[in-house]
T-cell receptor, first 112, second 114 residues
Framework: NAGVTQTPKFRVLKTGQSMTLLCAQDMNHEYMYWYRQDPGMGLRLIHYSVGEGTTAKGEVPDGYNVSRLKKQNFLLGLESAAPSQTSVYFC???????????FGPGTRLTVT | GEDVEQSLFLSVREGDSSVINCTYTDSSSTYLYWYKQEPGAGLQLLTYIFSNMDMKQDQRLTVLLNKKDKHLSLRIADTQTGDSAIYFCAEIPMFSGGYNKLIFGAGTRLAVHP
């Protein structure tokens, strides 16, 4: 998975609970992305970052927050989880010199 | 608008060629991608093509791009059981702010049978 790790791999939350998903890379790439994958819908971009200290909204940002305090790490937070956030979450990275995005192994989140 | 469509399912016999099709609506797309996802795994970048190209070949994979019809295809020669997976088509619209937002199709599930 091109030097991209995600923790945790699986998580079950109750409605209203909070959690943070971590994406870590060892490639020193500038761009990092968070996607969610739902059945029959492909992947949709939640938030992305073009460098340390910067973040921006993607297609479906509501209910999520992100931070990139260190270049290697991109955090995705759910402040108050809802069943609609049950999904598989993927992190991706890209260098500014290439158009190739490489994905992590994913985090499967279930909100009951 | 930005939209990518794929057929949901394809079944082929081992050793035959597979052709997975994709259509997109954004004529300004710059790059188009094919990703492979095996069960329980992340997405693996297979190949991509720049919009000024018609064809790209990489070992058993051939990508064809018809810009006029906004149609992208992935041909897998000599399909093997290890090719069974979901294949995603994705595009980068030109006006994605320079940050390369990928727009994905829903994926085509390829089943290879003996």
């Amino acid at each position: 998975n091109a030097g991209v790790t995600q923790t945790p791999k699986f998580r079950v939350l109750k409605t209203g609970q909070s959690m943070t998903l971590l994406c870590a890379q060892d490639m020193n790439h500038e761009y990092m992305y968070w996607y969610r994958q739902d059945p029959g819908m492909g992947l949709r971009l939640i938030h992305y970052s073009v460098g340390e200290g910067t973040t921006a909204k993607g297609e479906v940002p509501d209910g999520y927050n992100v931070s990139r305090l260190k270049k290697q790490n991109f955090l995705l937070g759910l402040e108050s989880a809802a069943p609609s956030q049950t999904s598989v979450y993927f992190c991706a990275i890209r260098t500014s010199r290439s158009y190739e995005q490489y994905f992590g192994p994913g985090t499967r989140l279930t909100v009951t | 608008g930005e939209d990518v469509e794929q057929s949901l399912f394809l079944s082929v016999r081992e050793g035959d060629s597979s052709v997975i099709n994709c259509t997109y609506t954004d004529s300004s797309s710059t790059y188009l991608y094919w990703y492979k996802q095996e069960p329980g795994a992340g997405l693996q970048l297979l190949t991509y093509i720049f919009s000024n190209m018609d064809m790209k070949q990489d070992q058993r994979l051939t990508v064809l791009l018809n810009k006029k019809d906004k149609h992208l295809s992935l041909r897998i020669a000599d399909t093997q059981t290890g090719d069974s997976a979901i294949y995603f088509c994705a595009e980068i619209p030109m006006f994605s702010g320079g940050y390369n937002k990928l727009i994905f199709g829903a994926g085509t599930r390829l089943a290879v049978h003996p």
